[in-house]
């Protein structure tokens, strides 16, 4: 079980630190600016004319003048380009200055597919430059989707394996999810989760004076980021807002969702496993005896979780930046500058607790849901559930940005809009995308700044 080794106060709005994120009401300055280049263009013409026989052999000779000095140039300049090349190596550089060194991973939601990444795949090519090798996620396609959120991880996470073994320069790797892909990443980095050497056996330490972090599929894990994903499932009032919190609807979505969404389905309404085992989504909330799920989110350098604050049809606010309903606040409605549609950024520090439990009163409580449910027994199982998953991610710290599409011509497209699924029909969304990309570059300026002390 993680806990924080220290005791914070909830969540903090982040101070405003010149060109880094700004708090609630406070301009959000800083916009990275991607560098263009040119290369010059050339142009070549040709003319014909009439012209004697001695004329044509001065011309020979002239031209095969200019030839050959030219190509002694060449050859020059080519032996001494492979001369400090081969300097170079010798000095231990291995020439991979220009190959990816930080992977980022793409995961798209439910019935979904790559392609739903074309517009954040460009932009963050755009946005991040070469070092960054930017793949999305392909194991998970459509119908995948429904065969529970443990195999698709598991699925994902062997991907990533493949993907990581294909390149020698890869050292970094973050994670960029939407919707359900969010949950996909978390079971996925568990089980690419390797421990961190905490008492290395010399006795020393990092050049930082931190512990060694663990490692993700063997990477340093720099990013964890989510858009909109259903972090404490979609029990409960409006966590499904396409039901409209009619208490009927709630009730009745709850055993019919398997057989829409099959193994999916049941654990998102924490109804998976018998009565006296924990749901699946409580034990992604702690660290167990196979999967070190904390632990695992617990190794990145920023966790980053953006939710919408309304008109999202798929996931309610409350489970998509794991707030309780008590923390549930009127957002701004005005833009952060350079961000549109992003109203408000937060930084919650971990929080100290004994983490997740799965406790007597809840498997009373799964058993009565299950055998004859009740809005009054499923309400009390969920209640009990969903505070324990929230104590369990909040011994983590978490970065909370709220969105809200509200001025938007057409606010219901807000989940898709979140990411701009597509750009003809979501481009709504692209101030999102740039923060994402913003977010990210940050982390990794800091890193670069940390790794150069």
């Known amino acids: 079980m993680s806990t ?10 982040l101070p405003d630190r010149g ?11 800083g916009v990275v600016s991607a560098a263009s280049s040119s290369s010059p263009s050339s142009s070549s013409s040709s003319s014909s004319c009439s012209c004697g026989y001695s004329d044509i052999l001065n011309f020979d000779f002239a031209g095969l003048s200019r030839s050959w000095n030219q190509q002694q140039g060449l050859r020059i300049q080519a032996m001494s380009a492979t001369a400090q090349r081969n300097f170079s190596l010798s000095k231990g550089d291995n020439d991979d200055k220009n190959e990816p060194d930080h992977l980022l991973v793409l995961v798209h939601g439910i019935l979904a597919s790559p392609s739903d990444w074309l517009y954040v795949e460009a932009e963050m090519k755009r946005r991040l430059g070469r070092r960054f090798l930017i793949y999305a996620s392909s194991s998970n396609t459509f119908t995948k989707t429904f ?4 195999g698709a991880g598991k ?20 994670f960029l999810a939407h919707s359900l892909g969010g949950l996909f990443a978390r079971h996925a980095v568990a089980v690419l989760h390797s421990a961190a050497i ?35 499932g979609v029990r409960g009032r409006k966590q499904l807002p396409f039901l409209l919190g009619v208490p009927i609807l709630e009730k009745l979505a709850a055993p019919i969702a398997p057989f829409f969404v099959g193994r999916t389905g049941s654990q998102l309404f924490l109804t998976d496993g018998k009565a006296d085992k924990p749901p699946l989504l409580l034990r992604m909330a702690s660290d167990t005896h196979d999967l070190k799920f904390l632990s695992s989110l617990g190794a990145f350098r920023s966790r980053i979780i953006y939710a919408n604050v309304s008109y999202d049809h798929m996931v309610g606010w409350r489970t998509s930046s794991i707030r309780r309903e008590t923390e549930l606040f009127k957002p701004p409605r005005r833009s952060l500058d ?9 930084y919650c520090p971990p929080v100290s607790s004994d983490g997740a439990h799965f406790p007597p009163e809840a498997a009373k409580a799964k058993e009565a849901a299950q055998s004859s449910p009740s809005p009054q027994n499923t309400l009390e199982y969920h209640e009990i559930v969903e505070e324990e998953m929230i104590r369990g991610l909040q011994t983590l710290g978490w970065k909370k940005v709220d969105v809200s599409f509200h001025s938007t011509f057409w606010p219901y497209l807000a989940h898709n809009n979140i990411h701009v699924k597509s750009e ?20 990794e300026s800091s890193t670069f700044i940390t790794a150069s002390l």
């Open 198 to 232: 905490s008492q290395p056996i010399d006795g020393t330490v990092s050049k930082s004076g931190n512990l060694l972090r663990g490692r993700i599929a063997g990477l340093e894990p720099i990013n964890f980021i989510t858009l909109a994903t259903p972090h404490l």
């Open 424 to 443: 003809r029909l979501y481009k709504a969304g692209a101030g999102v995308v740039a923060h994402v990309a913003d977010s990210i570059k940050q982390q």
């Open 155 to 174: 699925r994902l996470a062997e991907e990533v394996r493949q993907v990581v073994q294909k390149s020698n320069s890869l050292k970094k790797i973050s």
């Open 147 to 150: 065969g529970g959120v443990d």
């Open 338 to 346: 350079g961000y549109k549609h992003v109203v408000d950024v937060e």
């Open 19 to 29: 060109r880094g994120f700004s708090n609630r009401g406070r301009q959000y300055s």
């Open 4 to 13: 924080a080794s220290w005791i914070q106060p909830p969540c903090r709005h």
